[in-house]
Every structure is written in structure tokens, then in C-alpha cells.
């Protein structure tokens, strides 16, 4: 069992700029590519970013690309999410998770096993 444990979130006006982290509770974190998801109240989660296990491969939504960075720490066991730019529209609670032994980055959901508590994002104009 992995726990993951996000921080980072907050309040921020357009324009400004957040970092989320996610801490796992693993000695193996080189072996699960990471994701960063978003989910507001009574929608569907959806894909914001993704980290293969080494890190060298990355994917992002295009709704935030150019604008968000994931990247990794396995010495760390954490993965962050450098959000820059925020509009109001990405206000959500967003959610990390680890997918054991994905071969690559991925979009979908059921491609992770664990998955954190959220931590809220809410960007006012």
C-alpha cells in the first residue's frame, strides 16, 4: 500500500502561481509513474500532467500546457506539479496518484493504483 499526501494548494488571484507536492510513503518510488488530476464538484476527474518513472518523459492536458510543470524527486519520494499563470477555470481539487510499473506516462485514470487525499485550488479573477 502507497499513501500519497498532496500540499501545496491554496487561494491565488489570475495570473499567480501555486506548487503542489505529493509525498509517497514508499522506498520504491522509482517504480510508479506519477499523475496530477482534477476534479470539481459533480464532474468527472481529468488528466492535468504525468511522469514516467525516470522522469524523462512528461505529458501534459493542453489546457495547462506551457503553463504547468510536473517533475520528480525519487530521492525525495515526491512529485510536484509548478502550476504558473492560473485562470479562474483551473480552480478544482487536484489529486496525485501512482500507477505501479506503467511503462509511460498515462491519461487515464484506471491506469493508477493509489491515488492522495486532493488538495484545493481555487484562483479568483
Known amino acids: 500500500q502507497v499513501q500519497l499526501v498532496e500540499s501545496g494548494g491554496g487561494s491565488v488571484q489570475a495570473g499567480g502561481s501555486l506548487s503542489l507536492s505529493c509525498a509517497a510513503s514508499?522506498?520504491?518510488?522509482?517504480?510508479?509513474?506519477m499523475g496530477w488530476f482534477r476534479q470539481a464538484s459533480g464532474k468527472e476527474r481529468e488528466f492535468v500532467a504525468a511522469?514516467?518513472?525516470?522522469?524523462?518523459?512528461?505529458d501534459y492536458a493542453d489546457s495547462v500546457k506551457g503553463r504547468f510543470t510536473i517533475h520528480r524527486d525519487n530521492a525525495k519520494n515526491t512529485v510536484y506539479l509548478q502550476a504558473n499563470n492560473l485562470k479562474p477555470e483551473d480552480t478544482d481539487v487536484y489529486y496525485c496518484?501512482?500507477?505501479?510499473?506503467?511503462?509511460?506516462?498515462?491519461?487515464?485514470?484506471?491506469?493508477?493504483?493509489?491515488w492522495g487525499q486532493g488538495t484545493q485550488v481555487t484562483v479568483s479573477s
Open positions: 496518484a501512482a500507477g505501479v510499473r506503467l511503462g509511460a506516462p498515462s491519461r487515464q485514470t484506471s491506469a493508477y493504483n493509489y
Open positions: 511522469i514516467s518513472r525516470t522522469g524523462r518523459t512528461t
Open positions: 514508499t522506498r520504491a518510488f522509482d517504480n510508479y509513474a
